[in-house]
């Protein structure tokens, strides 16, 4: 239910508002995706992608578990817990939204790596990588210099390789921020 009614001018205005800015966004994703065209850059994009997905995250929490032994347990174990807690999260949002990816709104998008869904919002990949990458980095931060570059690379790679919008991305790190901070406070 609408907090305004529909009929209202501050309805009307606010529908200008917020049609201007879903314009502005899918511009945005459309010139992120430029990017795709110099094969370098689609190959680095889709590997961080790909890598996004969970190997890159749990080798990650592999090698903690081989550096630290028993330390790294109980920190390990509560960051793949977060990460299924943060896959019900975006799933049960994206089902409640079914927002569309922007290649499938926008002809003009070249893509190279299939979407794991249907749906774009929030960033499933974000929220991973924002989540992972805070309670590595908490737990052992000598991994600042490999988790940060990693974590942004999977971020923007969502709107360089046409799968997400910019506020999908920005919701799924907010809502790892949020998934980190509640999960670093257990330990």
């Not at 370098?40 to 969970?54: I, K, V, W, Y």
């Not at 190997?55 to 630290?68: E, N, Q, R, T």
């Not at 347990?73 to 994206?94: D, H, N, R, T």
């Not at 000598?142 to 971020?155: D, E, H, N, T």
Request: glycine share 8%.
């Amino acid at each position: 239910m609408s907090l305004l009614r529909p009929d209202t001018p501050a309805a009307a205005r606010w529908s200008r508002v917020l049609g201007a800015y879903l314009a502005w966004e899918a511009l945005v994703t459309e010139r992120c995706n430029r990017a795709h065209r110099v094969m370098a850059l689609r190959t680095l994009f889709a590997t961080a992608s790909r890598l996004g997905d969970g190997l890159g995250w749990y080798v990650l929490a592999l090698l903690m578990l081989v550096l630290h032994g028993a330390s790294a347990v109980l920190p390990m174990a509560l960051m793949i817990a977060s990460g299924g807690v943060g896959v019900l999260i975006y799933l049960s949002i994206k089902r409640r939204t079914a927002r569309l990816r922007p290649l499938n709104r926008n002809g003009r998008l070249v893509t190279s790596v299939a979407p794991l869904d249907q749906y774009s919002f929030p960033s499933g990949h974000t929220l991973h990588a924002v989540n992972f990458g805070i309670q590595l980095v908490a737990f052992q931060p000598a991994l600042l210099w490999i988790v940060l570059p990693f974590a942004l690379l999977v971020a923007s790679s969502r709107m360089v390789l046409g799968l997400h919008y910019l506020s999908d991305v920005l919701v799924g790190a907010a809502i790892g921020l949020l998934l980190a901070a509640l999960t670093l406070s257990l330990l």
